[in-house]
């Protein structure tokens, strides 16, 4: 089967660095995204990482260790704006090519 | 470049009634998704098309639950009759090549918040 563990809340003040863990077990792993989603909208794509190691776009950063089924998105310099959901989620290439698995999702709170 | 488009943005009907959504996926996307996202969780797959072929509906409650893709384009995801459990955010997304050919990303719509009284 297919499981995603994601903590469900966590919490951190404006300028901090915060890294929100992901693990994962699929058969057929195909890789990782991470999305945004503020409350009320639609989920918003932030990195696909589908080979070992750090993704770096901007203020986000992205790891994957396929060895170990695990993820995790990095958040530096938070602001107030990116107090939101992110949602991890795995390619699974198994039976049903391309499906999407979602965690539960982290409710991130960013503190002035 | 226009995003998904999905409609009704919110709607409230008593159980055992009869709803539909609309989808308009990102212009040349040939594939297809709803998902249903209950409060507190991730997006679980309803079903996927591929132009308006059906690629994936294992997780789709079919005793319920119907959705279309004509011409390949716009889709229509119904609920007959609904439940009160099928409260929830059924979210629309597109994406812009065949599932096969290694590219994933999806582009999400708004969605349509139903809530089942």
């Known amino acids: 089967g297919q499981n995603i563990d994601q903590p469900t809340e966590m919490t951190a003040t404006e300028g901090a660095i915060v890294q929100i863990n992901c693990t994962y077990q699929?058969?057929?792993?195909?890789?990782l995204f991470w999305y945004q989603q503020h409350a009320g909208e639609a989920p918003t794509f932030l990195s696909y990482?589908?080979?070992?190691g750090l993704e770096e776009k901007g203020r986000f950063s992205s790891f994957l260790s396929r060895s170990k089924g695990y993820s995790y998105l990095l958040l530096k310099e938070l602001q107030m704006k990116d107090s939101a959901s992110y949602l991890c989620?795995?390619?699974?290439?198994?039976?049903?090519?391309?499906?999407?698995?979602f965690g539960r999702g982290t409710q991130l709170t960013v503190w002035p | 470049e226009a995003g998904v488009a999905q409609s009704p943005r919110y709607k409230i009907i008593e159980k055992r009634q009869s709803v539909a959504f609309w989808c308009n996926p990102i212009?040349?996307?040939?594939?297809l998704y709803w998902y249903q996202q209950i409060l507190g969780q991730g997006p679980k797959l309803l079903i996927q098309?591929?132009?308006?072929?059906?690629?994936?509906d294992s997780q789709l409650p079919k005793d319920r639950f119907s959705a279309e893709r004509l011409k390949g384009v716009d889709s229509t995801l119904k609920i007959q009759p609904a439940k009160l459990e099928d409260s929830a955010v059924y979210l629309c997304?597109?994406?812009?090549?065949?599932?096969?050919?290694?590219?994933?990303?999806?582009?999400f719509g708004p969605g349509t918040r139903l809530t089942v009284t």
């Open positions: 997304a597109s994406s812009p090549r065949r599932f096969d050919r290694g590219s994933y990303e999806q582009y």
């Open positions: 699929t058969s057929g792993f195909n890789g």
């Open positions: 990482n589908v080979l070992d």
């Open positions: 989620a795995a390619i699974d290439r198994g039976s049903t090519l391309g499906r999407l698995y």
């Open positions: 212009s040349g996307h040939a594939t």
């Open positions: 098309f591929q132009n308006n072929g059906v690629v994936d």
